[in-house]
Structures are given as C-alpha cells and as structure tokens.
C-alpha cells in the first residue's frame, strides 16, 4: 500500500532550523517528481519544493533557506528549512507532483517568538 509519513515538525522562534522527514512506502522517492507542501493557517496547502533526481525548485519566499533532498536508501524525502520566519508556519505534507496518493497526516511547524 502506498503510504507517506510526515515528522520532524516542532515549535521554533525565529531565525531557527528544523529538519523534516517524509517516509514513503509502496512506492519509491525517486519514480516521480516529489514535493514539500505547507498549508499556513487559513491558507490553501502550496508547493514549496520538488526534487527528481538532482533538479529542485523552490519557492520565492523559501529560496535560499529551504533544501528538499532525499535518501534511496531509506526511500525517505527531507526538508531542510533553515532561517525560518514566522511565515513558515504551517502543516507540511509531501507527495508526489504529478502522479499524488493519499496525503499524510503532516507535521506542524510553528515558528513564533
């Protein structure tokens, strides 16, 4: 059965760093174009990284803090989130771009002093 697991969320004061994971099952990282989505409070969820292979993009108002990458290995997707402001707060949720399953119960980050 395909499956994906979101952890790693917290609360952090601005200006701090937190590591998300994102474990697959049933289907590997690295058949289709894999995403990290936030969905901010009384917002709709949005794309703010993707990755295949060693292409990735990212959103304007994550670029240069956030980095998507992913281990084979343990068929598991991460975001590095770097210098978080308190606009990254939200429920993190990765998936597959293109091809998507059923979302993941998401993680929560809460970034506020």
């Known amino acids: 059965q395909e499956q994906l697991v979101e952890s790693g969320g917290g609360l952090m004061q601005p200006g701090g760093s937190l590591r998300l994971s994102c474990l697959a099952s049933g289907r590997s990282v690295n058949t289709y174009i894999m995403g990290w989505y936030r969905q901010a409070p009384g917002k709709q969820r949005e794309l703010v990284a993707s990755t295949i292979s060693s292409l990735s993009t990212y959103a304007d108002s994550v670029k240069g803090r956030f980095t998507i990458s992913s281990d084979n290995a343990k068929n598991t997707l991460y975001l590095q989130m770097n210098n978080q402001n308190p606009e990254d707060t939200g429920v993190y949720y990765c998936?597959?771009?293109?091809?998507?399953?059923?979302w993941g119960p998401g993680t929560q980050d809460t970034v506020s002093s």
């Open positions: 998936n597959y771009v293109d091809f998507p399953i059923s």
